[in-house]
């Protein structure tokens, strides 16, 4: 083991044994956790719109005054008057000052969210919740250094479908609302549509809800697992804890370390299950969500699962067995509940036929990201008269990672003495976004060049590159920059990896130059023609035989795990997005179908806002339309569910509909197995 230098102990921890209070180059009056109480949302709760006349938000308004919730008003800028019978102010304060809401709902497209965001800090609104997707990061990184000097604002999402207390009828979102029931269990989960299988499997069961946080599928969430699990803990409508995780980040082992935490210190204690989707996400790519792929150092699907196991959590392979598991375990509390059994001969059957996958460290250009070739990564530093030797190679490389920290919410170096970023010889430090760059005299600057033992010739040179990584960072928006460099005799970079967050150019315009270094024509064309129309499609590798059809990023990679686990041979991921039309659907079927290992196709739509009646008519058109011959296995729940199956029984199509995830399981790996 290499000598390490005399630092500060947070900084000089490996990634494995750092603790959540890390190294840190400011000092604040203001504490964020104080504004935790805020999530706590009910009857009492008024809530404000942002946004408020859209289309959107004016249905989403209807529909929540009809359920119960006490919104005050809306905002658009610069305009007062009335819409909806209630009252339009021309700004968050006015709003603020006359309305006094506890909550602001903000219903304003990605590009206008973190304006949205700050006004409502600003005015010192309690709870603002966010539900907007492709929010620039880099928008989000600046919010976030505002939401730490102050203790007034707490942050839900960006990127999520909201809060709900079913008990106090209060919605803050747009989840929909014929799944959810008053009861006893608490749920808080990165997926919008995994939490709501979750929780229509907790009405079925009869136990209901108590109040659902949503974490958000981006790559910085204002509220985490943590942040749910202690709001669960002290809430008396809350008898028991789900926590639906995925690929991505850490928050789930921070999770599993304060459930380990919160059983060893209490008596009878609250059952806890968990699940994590994408234990079979191929490494290096995004899997729908913005947030939803695996950084270096970061734990993956399976790590996740194993320390929530070990922590305490029952857990699932899949949603619907939430409901019948949580009311085992709610029966035999205070009799051992964690041994329970809930997938069947035990609790970790679905472990057992998990492929184990080594992580890559090539990805290629998809929507949500953009990876560079590195010999464009590599000009952007000679642009920085940064030297480069892309030739030379040397087993005393060291590397250096310039990317964003998903639990201190800041930007990050990741340092490596070693031949690349093994998670025990690589220091971890965060830094403050807000500031003047990263120079010589910058503070996580002498933290690397000490943890890496440079010499002392080497540190300026250092400096600089660490200075220029910095520039690419903020002004091309990336969210990964990764190089391998010597400082032994002279120093130069020989290899760079940049990737970049394409929100900003999705929902803003912005960054036009990095996205013209995209080249489709290199990338898989059944991607490319799929993110055409707003699909995120990625390819398996392997013998897969049944194509996959999902609404929502985190049922389509809980599709594949489970399926998986049954026994089949998932061919691709394929998230239609928020809303899966007619047009969607056959655009989805088109392109599994081009795919000749394709012997049967599993369609497992959940529908919310838009129904199942009217997803099942999408279907069949789509169908018929392109005239199908594969058999099609379709599992529709949600709102109108008993109708939509009705419809594709009575098609007369070779679709097969069912209700339970297990029979429609088995049933499309039959229909794939046939020669």
């Known amino acids: 083991m290499p000598r390490i230098h005399p630092l500060p102990a947070p900084a000089r921890l490996s990634l494995l044994q750092q603790p959540r209070h890390r190294f840190s180059t400011t000092c604040r009056r203001y ?152 009861g006893t269990i608490g749920i808080v989960a990165k997926s919008g549509t995994l939490s709501y299988e979750t929780v229509a499997s907790t009405t079925r069961a009869g136990l209901g809800q108590s109040l659902c946080i949503s974490m958000g599928g981006d790559v910085l969430a204002g509220t985490n697992f943590v942040d749910g699990l202690r709001i669960f803990e002290e809430d008396p409508d809350t008898e028991g804890i789900i926590l639906v995780g995925e690929i991505g980040g850490t928050a789930e082992m921070d999770a599993a370390e304060w459930i380990a935490d919160y059983r060893r210190r209490t008596a009878n204690p609250k059952p806890i299950m968990a699940l994590v989707g994408g234990l079979h996400a191929p490494p290096g790519r995004v899997m729908g969500h913005a947030g939803a792929w695996t950084a270096p150092g970061e734990p993956d699907a399976k790590v996740k699962y194993e320390a929530l196991e070990r922590a305490g959590a029952v857990m699932v392979n899949h949603p619907e067995k939430f409901g019948q598991g949580m009311k085992t375990l709610l029966g035999s509390r205070g009799r051992g509940w964690g041994a329970t059994t809930i997938n069947g001969a035990s609790q970790r059957r679905g472990l057992h036929t998990v492929r184990r996958v080594v992580p890559g460290r090539t990805a290629k250009a998809q929507t949500r990201s953009l990876y560079v070739k590195p010999f464009q990564a590599l000009d952007m530093l000679r642009e920085r008269s940064i030297p480069v030797n892309e030739t030379a190679t040397s087993d005393t490389d060291f590397f250096l990672s310039l990317t964003v920290d998903r639990t201190a919410l800041s930007p990050c170096i990741l340092a490596s003495a070693s031949a ?46 660490l200075q220029g990584l910095w520039q690419i960072f903020t002004e091309k928006e990336a969210y990964l920059l990764e190089v391998r460099a010597n400082a032994t005799e002279t120093f130069e970079v020989r290899g760079a990896r940049f990737g970049f967050d394409d929100a900003a150019f999705r929902s803003s315009g912005r960054q036009q130059e990095v996205q013209r270094l995209r080249n489709p024509a290199e990338e898989v064309a059944e991607e490319v023609e799929a993110e055409k129309d707003g699909i995120v499609y990625v390819r398996l590798e392997g013998e897969g ?35 899966a039309t007619s047009e969607t659907i056959k655009s989805s079927f088109r392109i599994i179908t081009s795919d000749r290992r394709v012997k049967a196709i599993f369609v497992n739509i959940f529908g919310g806002l838009t129904r199942c009646d009217m997803i099942a008519e999408g279907i069949i058109l789509a169908f018929r339309d392109l005239a199908m011959s594969v058999p099609v296995v379709v599992r529709l729940r949600g709102t109108n569910e008993e109708s939509g199956q009705r419809m594709i029984a009575e098609s007369g199509l070779p679709l097969e509909a069912f209700d339970s995830f297990e029979a429609a399981a088995k049933r499309v790996i039959e229909l794939a197995g046939r020669d």
């Not at 309305?99 to 006004?119: F, H, L, M, R, W």
């Not at 000097?149 to 909201?162: E, F, H, I, M, W």
């Not at 220091?427 to 005299?441: I, N, V």
């Not at 929502?552 to 599709?559: I, K, Q």
């Open 545 to 579: 035989s049944i194509g996959t059809l999902v609404n929502g990023a985190g049922l389509a990679m809980n599709t594949v795990d489970a399926l998986t686990i049954h026994g089949g041979h998932c061919a691709n991921f394929l998230d239609t997005g928020g809303k």
């Open 31 to 182: 504490n964020y956790a104080d504004t935790l109480p805020n999530l706590k949302i009910g009857a009492h709760t008024r809530v404000l719109f942002q946004g408020f006349t859209g289309r959107q938000a004016t249905a989403n308004v209807q529909e929540s005054l009809a359920w119960g919730t006490k919104i005050v008003g809306g905002v658009k800028p610069g305009v007062e008057g009335e819409h909806l019978g209630l009252p339009v102010f021309p700004s968050v304060r006015v709003a603020h000052e006359k309305a006094k809401p506890d909550a602001s709902a903000i219903y304003v497209p990605g590009n206008q969210t973190a304006k949205a965001i700050e006004e409502a800090i600003e005015a010192e609104i309690p709870l603002v919740v966010a539900v907007a997707e492709h929010v620039p990061i880099h928008d989000i990184l600046r919010i976030h250094s505002m939401l730490k000097s102050q203790s007034k604002t707490r942050l839900v999402g960006a990127n999520c479908p909201g809060i709900i207390s079913a008990v106090g009828r209060c919605r803050i979102g747009f989840q929909p609302l014929p799944c959810f029931s008053p």
């Open 420 to 465: 690349g970023f093994e998670p025990a010889q690589t220091g971890r430090f965060p830094f403050a976004y807000e500031g003047t760059g990263l120079s010589s005299a910058h503070p996580v600057v002498e933290a690397v060049a000490s943890h890496l033992q440079l010499p002392a010739a080497a540190r300026e040179s250092v400096a600089g590159l």
